[in-house]
């Protein structure tokens, strides 16, 4: 069944259809949220909050985008309120008490080797990463993040950001550039 069909009955009241619709898109939804907020617990929060917002408005869902689009992007508006919160911002800043990167996006910059000193550099290289990715600029860490969730296409990480795909890809290459810059020193 399409997504389509599935809006169609969770619109007539449908809790199986729904569920479905859930239950296809929650990774993405937490993916998206995480790429804003950095933390497992606030993406946890605002990806429930955004699956509220969506059953609630889906009689105002119209179609222009796919369901998956219109959901992700609810996600990220919600998370984003929660973002602009200062207490749960700064404690998803705080380098000391932030998931690893593996809680996210997952990024490998050493092959996970079998002796506890290979797991020890993997772990540290990961945390290195995390704090030269948070340090980014917003706009450059957000446009990273989102591309590196891997679940929207360039276009539609644009639409989300409401920059054009140009943009977003440039920022994508800068964040980038940045963080490789910053590695080698």
Not at 146 to 154: E, R
Not at 161 to 168: N, R, Y
């Amino acid at each position: 069944m399409t997504d389509e069909e599935l809006v169609t009955q969770a619109r007539s009241g449908s809790q199986g259809a729904w569920t479905e619709l859930v239950q296809r898109h929650h990774g993405a939804v937490f993916r998206t949220a995480h790429a804003a907020l950095l933390s497992r617990e606030e993406a946890d929060d605002a990806a429930q909050e955004a699956w509220v917002a969506a059953w609630r408005a889906i009689d105002d869902f119209r179609g222009q985008a796919t369901f998956r689009t219109w959901v992700l992007t609810i996600a990220w508006r919600k998370a984003l309120d929660r973002r602009r919160g200062v207490v749960s911002w700064w404690r998803a800043l705080r380098l000391d008490a932030a998931p690893g990167i593996e809680d996210g996006p997952q990024w490998q910059l050493v092959a996970p080797g079998p002796t506890a000193e290979a797991r020890v550099i993997d772990r540290e290289a990961r945390r290195r990463v995390q704090r030269l990715v948070r340090g980014l600029p917003r706009t450059h860490r957000d446009a990273l993040l989102l591309a590196a969730a891997g679940d929207l296409p360039y276009a539609d990480a644009a639409a989300l950001l409401g920059i054009p795909v140009g943009t977003l890809k440039w920022r994508v290459s800068e964040a980038r550039r940045l963080v490789r810059e910053r590695l080698s020193r």
